[in-house]
């Protein structure tokens, strides 16, 4: 089902990575770090908390795969005024 | 302040994704998904939707980084009985 030799395409797996903006506030980050800080993790010198995507995804080709993950961070899985998103599409096999 | 050759041991960004388990489900992906398919993007099989956290951390070596990550994402950023964690150790000037 997942095969890349079907009709339809090559399928993938992709990971879209969504975090504030490094001009955004980030108070879930900071919380984290507080309380890893109350833990004793005292190297801790930031935390940035996001949102992570695994998607299973169907294209014509490498280029149309990545115009679709483009499109659907900016229209659906980040606020671009307030965060950035990065894309990778991972390898086969890989988790 | 990050540099890797300060006192105190090795400066590293680092990653930690958490998802859900695999055989729990996950509402928050099926709607991403839901929501993907409304809006056209018919290429989309699966979505799974988690957490990230982008952490600056300072330790002795390279085995010591890891423990501290591991140990942090058991105690505090993943809830070990719905979740699975990875860890990743960013490349050097990465984003």
């Not at 980030?26 to 833990?39: E, F, M, T, V, Y």
């Amino acid at each position: 089902m997942s095969s890349s030799t079907e009709p339809g395409g090559r399928a993938v797996r992709a990971r879209v990575l969504v975090f504030p903006r490094r001009e955004i506030l980030d108070p879930q980050g900071k919380a984290i770090h507080n309380a890893l800080s109350r833990l004793d993790f005292a190297g801790v010198e930031e935390v940035r908390a996001g949102k992570a995507f695994d998607i299973h995804l169907r294209g014509e080709d490498e280029a149309d795969l990545k115009r679709q993950l483009e499109e659907m961070s900016q229209r659906l899985l980040s606020n671009p005024i307030m965060e950035d998103f990065q894309i990778e599409i991972l390898p086969e096999g890989g988790r």
